[in-house]
């Protein structure tokens, strides 16, 4: 049972933002095998409904080349990440808690990422 990790993560997360946006990454230090991955389930309810953050699995992405030292590629998407955030063009997740924001689904996002690279 792992109630208890479960309960201090997701504590952990809110702090961030909550479980939507908060990257996963379970490393062994002594081989060096790494899993890169969101904090969060699948949330089928949201499937094909184009409206869930991905920002949890980009971050864990940002992770992912933190570990393999690619550093440079990691903080170009953390840095798009904040600008775009920034600028309030977020998912519904967020946007129901920020004045004035814009609401986008989650192919707009992803969009607005890139565009923000």
């Given amino acids: 049972m792992n109630l208890n990790g479960d309960y201090i ?3 952990l997360a809110a702090q961030v933002g909550g479980i939507g946006i908060a990257p ?3 490393i062994n230090y002594q081989t060096g095998h790494a ?3 969101a904090t969060h389930g699948t949330a089928p309810k949201y499937a094909g ?4 953050n991905p920002s ?10 933190e570990h393999l030292g690619w550093n ?8 798009s990440m904040e600008k775009t955030i920034q600028a309030k063009t977020v998912t519904y997740d967020f946007a129901r808690l920020m004045d004035n924001a814009t609401e986008l689904k989650c192919s707009e996002f ?4 890139i565009s923000n690279l």
């Fill in 24 to 26: 996963g990454a379970n």
């Fill in 9 to 11: 993560s997701d504590a």
């Fill in 49 to 52: 409904l184009d409206k869930v």
């Fill in 72 to 79: 440079e590629a990691a903080d170009l998407i953390t840095q």
């Fill in 110 to 113: 992803a969009n607005e990422l």
């Fill in 35 to 37: 899993i890169f991955e």
């Fill in 56 to 65: 949890s699995v980009i971050l864990s992405g940002t992770l992912l080349l």
